[in-house]
């Protein structure tokens, strides 16, 4: 099994930046993981996801100002936020994909989740 810790939520003014960690462990292959993110009232979006070779994709309204990455020898990802919105108030969920070692079915395992409020 697989299991995800997140940090690196907090209180961060308009402009600024925070940087979210999740960090994978168990005796799973995990394979791709990603950001999610849910503010009260609205439905989970994606914010970014990342493959295991370090293939991104990113939601329109991040692109340019948040950055995913990945440390696979510590099955960990990164979230950089800059140039921080108010819209971009949410819990931010971490999503890894990961199966058994020896069989080919992929689980999805998400986090506790980070809440990150950026205000004035």
């Known amino acids: 099994q697989v299991q995800l810790v997140e940090s690196g939520g907090g209180l961060v003014q308009p402009g600024g930046s925070l940087r979210l960690s999740c960090a994978a462990s168990?005796?799973?292959?995990?394979?791709?993981m990603g950001w999610y993110r849910q503010a009260p009232g609205n439905q989970r979006e994606l914010v970014a996801r990342i493959t295991r070779l370090s293939t991104t994709n990113y939601a329109d309204s991040v692109k340019g100002r948040f950055t995913i990455s990945r440390d696979n020898a510590k099955n960990t990802i990164y979230l950089q936020m800059n140039s921080l919105k108010p819209e971009d108030t949410a819990v931010y969920l971490c999503?890894?994909?990961?199966?058994?070692?020896?069989?080919?079915?992929?689980?999805?395992?998400w986090g506790q989740g980070t809440q990150v409020t950026v205000f004035s």
């Open positions: 999503n890894a994909q990961w199966r058994f070692i020896s069989g080919t079915y992929y689980y999805d395992e």
């Open positions: 168990g005796s799973g292959f995990v394979d791709g």
